[in-house]
């Protein structure tokens, strides 16, 4: 205590005033300069739109300031606000070219501001923000995202709307010296007109409102066409995809330690970038959805090479400041992860394995699938299970055409735990099992074909259920006369594991309908039952229980609990759930809405959480 006293009395600088004076910390600098740079871009707005008014002490500036310039600087000062609102969310990533444009935006705005309203207080904030940025200009290092020409379109669409709303807020600004009383129409009119630089129907009546009025009115609607068009023609930086020279070096870490993971094969996803260790012996595959940089699976290839390979995936994430996270990982995967990054993990839900050598229809827990399977046979069904190399090139065409065919949504789904393609040269491995019926008249153009399942290789002695399909005038259960048919032919095929469907949320839901289960679980366990009416969470989990699975649990990496509502979305879409395909909007045809059924659905991947209508309910 008296050291501590002596210390201020000798004149040292307490420590809370020298953490005051240094400023914030480097690392929440983006942060906080992002949430201010969105509320200088609400400032600039506000002072263009709200009438000037000459306060006393500042008059003799305006006297000097040449009166036709100011409408000018009204429109400047609004423009400047929504780029900075624009550049904002730039700034709290870290990207670069963002704090360039922020240090040229924000001395215009204030200069403009001050020739408008003659503030001193703008131009202060803008002083300090700027010194802010140039003093940490090193914390702005981020490179730039993946570019889409449709983020031209989005930003017309978005910037009309917002340009058209600000529009009739300045129209209003004025009421005093509007003439008559326009209608929201003549509003709304004035606005569009005013917006390509032509007169409009409102009128004002002296000052200088009419020409801030057009002034603010054509800088946003060239504001919005500048950006659009910068958008549009901006040299191309598109998502990074799968080389031929990636692919075949992650054929060969799956050829050496494709056994340890079942969804390794997955990784050969040609929508997905790869990043390597320094040896070579590992790989990260990932795919970057909204500022998420989402790996899926345990990394390829040597565990011991695997830390390299995650040193390179996260100094890539902080290259671009995208969030890093991971989709689907084992316990041993999720373990390093968190042990090399720091990171944190919670688990997603469990993969349904069988192990062939133990698999049987008898007993009593088999009951029901063994009675569907018989059933269906005596209807006339037949099975083939083979390797894609042994299919005709006329059989992998009548496959590809009914997958496709059969699937039940515009959009392909799966990221994680899908392949996307059937029948690819290199994926000789693969097996498909068809289930086939031989019907009097039958005029389909896929012949006998009633249902597929698709299967990637697992190691050697192992393969992965990537898609299940079917034709919907099919009886039901083709999936368990299928999953059944390929168990028992992989003695054949060297097989000794396969891997069916994702259950998410799959312990909560066992464990809340057993006795003794606490008020928590058992309402989680409801919610989860509220949700699968959209999603089929628990029937998914009761399909794959069928058969008598071991359970392998799969978890998410994250960094923060605060990033995992964007991670889920950005997860969705890569999976297909959530889709921002602008192009819809312009088609002219659209797939044909598929009809639901009670207990099936026309199409299933493999992907965490999806709504697969096809796995009958228990």
């Known amino acids: 205590m008296s050291s501590r006293i002596d210390g201020d009395k000798s004149g040292q600088v307490p420590t809370r005033v020298r953490r005051i004076l240094s400023g914030p910390r480097p690392e929440r600098v983006p942060s906080l300069v992002g949430t201010a740079v969105t509320l200088v871009g609400l400032m600039d707005i506000a002072a263009g739109i709200i009438p000037r008014f000459n306060h006393s002490k500042v008059r003799a500036i305006a006297e000097v300031i040449p009166g036709s310039t100011r409408p000018m600087a009204a429109a400047v000062t609004i423009c400047a606000g929504v780029l900075l609102l624009l550049l904002a969310h730039g700034l709290k990533r870290r990207k670069r070219r963002a704090w360039r444009a922020a240090v040229l935006l924000l001395p215009i705005g204030a200069v403009a501001q001050f020739w408008y309203r003659h503030s001193f207080i703008g131009v202060a904030i803008a002083a300090a923000l700027l010194a802010l940025l140039l003093r940490h200009q090193g914390e702005f290092k981020a490179l730039p995202d993946p570019r889409s020409r449709w983020k031209a379109l989005a930003n017309f669409v978005l910037m009309s709307a917002f340009s058209i709303s600000l529009g009739l807020v300045i129209v209003n600004a004025h009421p005093s010296k509007i003439v008559g009383d326009p209608g929201l129409y003549e509003q709304l009119a004035h606005v569009l007109y005013g917006l390509v630089g032509i007169e409009g129907p409102v009128a004002y009546d002296g ?21 659009t068009i910068y958008l549009a023609f901006r040299p191309e930086h598109p998502a990074a995809r799968l080389t031929s020279d990636d692919e075949a070096k992650l054929r060969e870490l799956l050829a050496k330690h494709g056994r340890r993971d079942s969804l390794g094969h997955f990784a050969l996803r040609r929508d997905k970038a790869v990043v390597f260790s320094p040896s070579g012996k590992a790989a990260v595959t990932y795919r970057v959805v909204s500022g998420v940089m989402l790996a899926s699976g345990d990394p390829i290839g040597d565990v011991e090479a695997w830390p390299g390979a995650i040193e390179r995936f996260m100094e890539e994430a902080k290259a671009h400041s995208w969030t890093p996270a991971v989709m689907g ?45 018989k059933r269906i046979e005596r209807n006339g069904y037949t099975t083939k299970v083979r390797r894609v190399s042994e299919l005709t090139e006329e059989e992998l065409t009548a496959v590809r055409g009914a997958a496709e065919a059969w699937r039940g949504t515009d959009t392909e789904r799966g990221f994680s735990m899908a392949l996307g393609r059937i029948g690819d040269p290199g994926d000789g491995d693969c097996v498909i099992a068809t289930a086939h019926r031989v019907e009097e008249g039958d005029t389909s153009p896929f012949g006998d074909l009633k249902a597929i399942q698709h299967f990637v290789p697992w190691g050697k002695d192992g393969m992965s259920l990537e898609l299940m399909r079917r034709d919907r005038a099919a009886d039901p259960g083709m999936n368990e006369l299928l999953i059944v048919a390929s168990l028992q032919a992989a003695p054949d095929l060297g097989i000794e594991r396969v891997s069916l469907n994702f259950a998410m949320f799959r312990s909560a839901l066992a464990r ?42 799969r978890f998410v990496v994250f960094r923060a609990t605060r990033d995992l509502p964007r991670i889920g979305f950005a997860a969705m879409q890569a999976e297909g759930f959530v889709t921002l395909a602008l192009p819809r909007l312009f088609e002219s045809r659209r797939r044909p809405k598929p009809v639901r059924e009670c207990a099936h659905q026309d199409t299933v991947t493999k992907v965490p959480g999806q709504a697969e209508r096809e796995v009958q309910a228990a």
């Not at 000052?207 to 060239?222: F, K, N, P, Y």
């Not at 794959?544 to 071991?550: D, G, T, V, W």
């Open 329 to 373: 990982c084992s316990e041993t995967g999720g373990e390093v992860w968190t042990r090399e990054t720091g990171l944190d993990a919670l688990e997603l839900g469990d993969e349904a394995i069988v192990d062939v050598k133990d698999f049987s229809l008898s007993g009593r827990p088999m009951r029901n699938v063994r009675q569907m399977v």
């Open 207 to 227: 000052g200088r409102a009419d020409w801030i009025v057009g002034w603010s009115l054509g800088s946003l609607g060239m504001l919005t066409a500048l950006t």
């Open 512 to 553: 809340g309908e057993k006795i003794g289960a606490g008020p928590v679980l058992r309402a989680w366990r409801s919610l989860l039952v509220f949700l699968s009416r959209w999603f089929q969470i628990e029937s998914l989990y009761k399909f794959n229980a069928k058969f008598q699975p071991r359970w392998e649990p």
